[in-house]
Nanobody, 117 residues
Framework: QVQLVESGGGSVQPGGSLRLSCAAS????????MGWYRQAPGKERELVAV???????NYADFVKGRFTISRGNAKNTVLLQMNSLKPEDTAVYYC???????????WGQGTQVTVSS
């Protein structure tokens, strides 16, 4: 059974930084796409950043220049470096992964990020 496990969330002041990590277990094959979504209270889940094998990362406009997504050295890991955090970045951040040959979406359990003074 494939599971995605996030870590690295927490509370930070505006302008601060956090680094999120996501690691998959139980997967024999490499995911084609891995990324991060977020969901704030009362809002729909939205894409933050995604990285596909062999392609450049894609970012939501609201994080461009502040967040950086990368694949980790270990298979099926993805990182999200978040700098210059703003209060509006407060949300539960979810790791997402998908194989190239399947329509099924894998999700992590989510990690809370709170940006507040």
């Amino acid at each position: 059974q494939v599971q995605l496990v996030e870590s690295g969330g927490g509370s930070v002041q505006p302008g601060g930084s956090l680094r999120l990590s996501c690691a998959a277990s139980g997967s024999i094959f490499s995911f084609n796409a891995m990324g991060w979504y977020r969901q704030a209270p009362g809002k729909e889940r939205e894409l933050v950043a995604v990285i596909n094998s062999g392609s450049s990362p894609n970012y939501a406009d609201f994080v461009k220049g502040r967040f950086t997504i990368s694949r980790g050295n270990a298979k099926n890991t993805v990182l999200l470096q978040m700098n210059s955090l703003k209060p509006e970045d407060t949300a539960v951040y979810y790791c997402h992964a998908k194989y190239a040959t399947s329509y099924y979406n894998y999700w992590g359990q989510g990690t809370q990020v709170t940006v507040s003074s």
